[in-house]
C-alpha cells in the first residue's frame, strides 16, 4: 500500500485574460532580480466585474481541496512584465491563503515550483526518489492556483513575456 503524505495540490485552469482589466498601474523594477512590476502600485485597482469572473475562476478550481463552504476575497493583484533573460528568485507570499498567476502574454512558462524538502533530500542523496522541483508547463490564457507558502521561482527565459499575479484570502463559513 501507498500513502503520500504531505501532499501539496497546485490547481491549473483556463481563464480568459481579456476579462482581467487591472487600472493605475506603475511599473517599476522589483526584487532582487529587477523585474519590471507593478507589483505594490499605490492605485492599482480590479473592476466588480473583473473581480468576480477572476474569484469565481479561482473558487471552481480550489473547491475539491477546501471542503467547507467558504468566502474568497482578493487581497491584491499585479503585472510582471519579463524581458529577454529575467527572472525572479525563489519565493512565497505571506499574509495570503492561495495565490494565482495568470499567464496573459507567454510563450512558454519558466515558473518552478520547489519542495520545502529540497535541501534535506540533497544532503541524503535522494534526488532519484524525491523530486525537489517541478517545472509548470502553461500557455497562454492559463491559471495556476497555489497555496500561499509553497516556494516558487520564475527561470530566466528568452523571450518577453507577461503574466498577472496576486493573491487571496479564504474565510470558511459557519454552517
Do not use: A
Not at 487591472?22 to 512590476?37: A, H, P, R, V
Not at 499574509?95 to 544532503?123: H, N, P, R
Not at 541524503?124 to 502553461?138: D, G, K, Q, R
Amino acid at each position: 500500500m501507498k500513502i503520500n503524505i504531505f501532499s501539496i495540490p497546485i490547481f491549473l485552469g483556463n481563464i480568459d485574460v481579456k476579462k482581467i482589466k487591472i487600472e493605475n498601474q506603475t511599473y517599476k523594477k522589483n526584487w532582487t532580480s529587477e523585474t519590471l512590476s507593478s507589483y505594490k502600485s499605490p492605485n492599482i485597482s480590479l473592476d466588480e466585474k473583473s473581480t468576480l469572473y477572476l474569484l469565481k475562476i479561482i473558487s471552481k478550481l480550489i473547491v475539491p481541496e477546501v471542503k467547507n463552504k467558504f468566502n474568497i476575497n482578493l487581497l491584491d493583484i499585479w503585472t510582471n512584465k519579463y524581458s529577454k533573460n529575467d527572472y525572479q528568485e525563489e519565493h512565497i507570499h505571506c499574509g495570503s491563503d492561495f495565490s494565482f498567476i495568470i499567464y496573459s502574454k507567454i510563450k512558454e512558462s519558466k515558473t518552478v515550483f520547489v519542495s520545502d524538502y529540497k535541501y534535506l533530500i540533497e544532503t541524503f542523496n535522494l534526488l532519484s526518489l524525491f523530486p525537489t522541483e517541478f517545472n509548470l508547463s502553461c500557455r497562454s490564457n492559463q491559471i495556476v492556483v497555489f497555496p500561499s507558502f509553497l516556494k516558487h521561482r520564475v527561470d530566466k527565459n528568452n523571450f518577453s513575456g507577461e503574466t498577472i499575479s496576486g493573491n487571496v484570502k479564504i474565510t470558511l463559513k459557519n454552517e
